[in-house]
C-alpha cells in the first residue's frame, strides 16, 4: 500500500495536485492512504519548500508544479 502525501496550504493548484493525484490512483487501481498536509512547520519538515508538493512513501516526487495526470501515472506506478 503506497502512503500518498499532498503537501501544501490549500491554495487552488494544491487542492488540483490533491484531485489529480486521487484520481490517477484509482485509474491505476492502487492501494493507497492519502493525506493533505497543510501545516507549514510538517511540509518545512519533509524538506519542502514550494508547494503544492507530492510524497509517495515518504519521498519527495515533485515540488512547486502540478504535473499532467500521465506523469502522476508514471510516479505513482514506481
Known amino acids: 500500500m503506497k502512503k500518498i502525501q499532498v503537501l501544501g ?3 487552488p493548484r494544491c487542492n ?6 486521487v484520481k490517477a490512483a484509482m485509474e491505476l487501481n492502487i492501494k493507497y492512504t492519502f493525506e493533505k498536509v497543510t501545516d507549514m512547520r510538517d511540509i518545512m519538515k519533509l524538506g519542502v519548500m514550494m508547494t503544492p508538493a507530492l510524497v ?12 499532467p495526470l500521465a506523469e502522476l501515472k508514471s510516479i505513482l506506478s514506481e
Open 16 to 21: 488540483q495536485l490533491a484531485e489529480d493525484v
Open 9 to 11: 496550504p490549500g491554495c
Open 56 to 67: 509517495v512513501d515518504g519521498v519527495v516526487k515533485v515540488f512547486g508544479r502540478v504535473p
